[in-house]
């Protein structure tokens, strides 16, 4: 499983960096793109976004004319200290956003976009998530 590191600003400018061959870090309140199966991890809270799987894809391909632009479904993970919660986050319908602690975790997007009918490949999904504290 990949991890991919989240950073906040305050370590950013205090020099923080990352290995040339890691993944780029990723900033609270900034977008990041998680693969089936990735972790984020936000440092220092510890606070990981697991990116579990495709729970649905009813999306209208792009070769397609539907009534209904569809919608796409993620299950994520979220974990911190000793809770634990499971997410399901939409691209369309509510919830597109959830709550877990104090953070605010929200799908901004789901690729790839379906062009032609049938399914697409698991391992071909990249969700793009934005982590932000609760206001």
């Known amino acids: 499983m990949k991890t991919r590191s989240i950073l906040l600003p305050a370590l950013l400018v ?3 960096c990352h290995s040339p061959s890691g993944p780029d870090p990723v900033v609270l309140g900034r977008p990041f793109e998680l693969r089936v199966g990735e972790t984020a991890v936000l440092f220092p809270e510890g606070l ?3 990116f579990r799987d495709v729970v649905g894809d009813s999306r209208c391909p792009t070769s397609v004319s539907c ?3 569809g919608d796409g479904a993620v299950s994520l993970a979220a974990q ?6 499971d997410l399901v986050l939409h691209t369309t319908l509510d919830p597109a956003a959830a709550s ?3 953070y605010r975790i929200r799908l901004a997007t789901l ?3 379906p ?4 399914p697409i490949d698991p391992k071909d999904y990249v969700a793009t998530l934005v982590v ?3 206001e």
């Open 14 to 16: 205090a020099g923080a």
């Open 80 to 85: 911190a200290e000793d809770r634990h919660a």
């Open 115 to 118: 062009r032609d009918p049938g």
């Open 132 to 134: 932000s504290l609760e």
């Open 48 to 50: 990981q976004v697991t």
């Open 111 to 113: 690729r790839p976009y």
């Open 100 to 102: 877990f602690l104090e």
């Open 67 to 69: 009534p209904w632009e």
